[in-house]
């Protein structure tokens, strides 16, 4: 029983999904069913679920547990998969996707980032990655007659099936050492210097580093993300450019901030050049992009080497600040392209930045929402993007990475000029618009407004989400 209740978040999401397979199996061509609905369900039941294990510490099967801070992350994945949810119920419609496939896909995937946030084992990280991964794929050339997103798939797929193998390489090398797989084993290892520093070791650390860059996007492994971004239906990149991360993130802090914390000194000078190169081509690239969606691809990859900046510091507030950073992108993110997948139509499926032209003469909500989107992606005052960009600064400063904390606020400033290209776009351009955006449903202005709200509130009052970070990451330490 104690094995179930450490998996019982995923295990809901899951069955959830099994039952959106199910209801598109009995539904009758033509019959309209919210199989949406059905996912959302199984995503608040998870989120129950989690709020229930909080502080219990639940181990299953010896290689999962439901610590707090997997929890946390949890929570950050039902909340995005929830707003992508809400986004979909038009999209799905207009871009005819197979409605059963694309939400049973979308929850198997956010179930296996689930099972990577709460693995303690590598092999476990390696095959949550690969569910998740697969599903991803998928999603991306779900629709099978754009050319772009047959392209973006299997770009994804060809390169992620790269940087798998190199991931599983530093596993089988972790285990030539220490002869285990699991992170306890190898953080005892450690401490009783059966694993010491020596080229066998750095193989292992390099090579899993590696893996983890490709998840996150990190330069020089984010060729992938904007082919695959522009080609996905747009309600997929915004799941895809914040719950990957998320994920992706809490296994790399739980293997080398926790796990591999005692070869720091050898680890994090490289993550210092990763998150300083990613952060500067993230920026300066996505400043010359004419469309949206390559310029919040561009946009992702920035903020991931903000997160490596929290990895590198990786002090007491720099931890926490990775959690509450995650939590912020992620909600902040996911709207902003909910935005862009709302404006678009079958004629205008792309996202080019002239879309936005006019919008707040047209349709003056999407276009206020926008803007709070964007600047809390600058990081601007009083939205969430300025907490999290701050406490991540802090940290960098607190250690004495004043260099990585300057490059940090410089590119952050740069990338104001792309995200306020689309607020003039949408305000200020002269002439009339090229076209009329289409009135979004009900269901996506709620689900936008209350990605305002959240981003509001966690700007206006963070202290007590960043002190549930701050406990919740503690309890791997």
């Known amino acids: ?14 069955l959830s999904g099994a039952a959106t397979m199910l209801a598109e199996a009995f ?4 019959e309209r069913m919210p199989i949406g609905g059905l996912g959302a369900i199984g995503l608040v039941g998870a989120a129950i679920a989690s709020w229930l294990l909080w502080n219990r510490n639940a181990v299953g099967f010896g290689v999962v547990v439901s610590d707090n801070f997997a929890l946390f992350v949890n929570l950050v994945l039902v909340v995005v998969g929830l707003l992508t ?18 939400y049973a896909i979308t929850l198997f ?40 997103g047959t392209e973006g798939a299997f770009k994804y797929f060809l390169l992620g099936a790269f940087s798998s193998a190199f991931f599983l390489y530093g596993i089988a090398f972790t285990y030539t050492v220490v002869g285990s797989t699991r992170l306890e084993a ?19 650390l390099g090579l899993l580093l590696v893996g983890f860059a490709f998840k996150v996007s990190a330069v020089p492994f984010h060729m992938w993300a904007p082919d695959a971004y522009e080609g996905a239906p747009t309600v997929v990149t915004g799941f895809m450019s914040t719950a990957v991360k998320a ?39 996505g400043v010359v992009q004419s469309n949206a969606k390559r310029m919040l691809a561009y946009s992702s990859i920035a903020h991931a080497g903000y997160l490596l900046v929290g990895v590198v510091a ?53 276009a206020a929402l926008m803007t709070v989107f964007l600047l809390s992606l600058g990081g601007f005052p009083p ?27 410089l590119s952050s400033v740069v990338s104001v000029f792309y995200y306020l290209r689309i607020v003039v776009m949408m305000y200020m351009a002269d002439g009339k618009a090229e076209f009329e955006a289409p009135r979004p449903s009900l269901v996506g202005m709620t689900a936008l407004g209350l990605a305002a709200v959240g981003i509001f509130y966690l700007g206006v009052l963070p202290s007590r989400v960043i002190e549930i970070a701050a406990q919740s990451v503690q309890m791997i330490f």
């Open 1 to 14: 029983m104690d094995n179930l209740q450490a998996i019982m978040p995923m295990l809901i999401v899951t």
């Open 27 to 30: 539904r009758k061509p033509g």
């Open 85 to 102: 949810i809400m986004f979909s119920s038009e999209v799905v419609e207009r871009e005819q996707l197979p409605q059963g496939e694309y």
């Open 109 to 148: 995937a956010i179930a296996g980032m689930m099972l990577m946030a709460q693995a303690t084992d590598l092999l476990v990280v390696f095959l949550s990655l690969e569910v998740f991964s697969i599903a991803v794929y998928v999603l991306t050339g779900i629709r099978r007659s754009s050319v772009a």
């Open 186 to 204: 190898i953080a005892s290892a450690i401490a009783g210097e059966t694993m010491t520093a020596g080229p066998m070791t750095y193989v292992a």
């Open 247 to 285: 994920a992706a993130f809490a296994a790399l802090v739980r293997v080398f901030l926790a796990t591999f914390e005692p070869f720091r000194a050898d680890w994090a000078p490289i993550v210092w050049f990763v998150a300083v190169a990613t952060m500067i081509v993230g920026t300066v690239v």
């Open 314 to 366: 990786a002090n007491e507030v720099g931890r926490a600040a990775i959690l509450f950073y995650l939590a912020t992108y992620a909600l902040t993110n996911v709207a902003a392209f909910g935005v862009v997948a709302l404006i678009a139509t079958p004629e205008r499926p792309g996202g080019d930045v002239r879309d936005f032209h006019g919008l707040w003469h047209t349709r003056p909500a999407l």
């Open 383 to 409: 939205t969430a993007g300025f907490i999290g960009k701050w406490y991540i600064f802090s940290a960098a400063v607190q250690e004495g990475y004043y260099g990585l904390a300057i490059i940090g606020v």
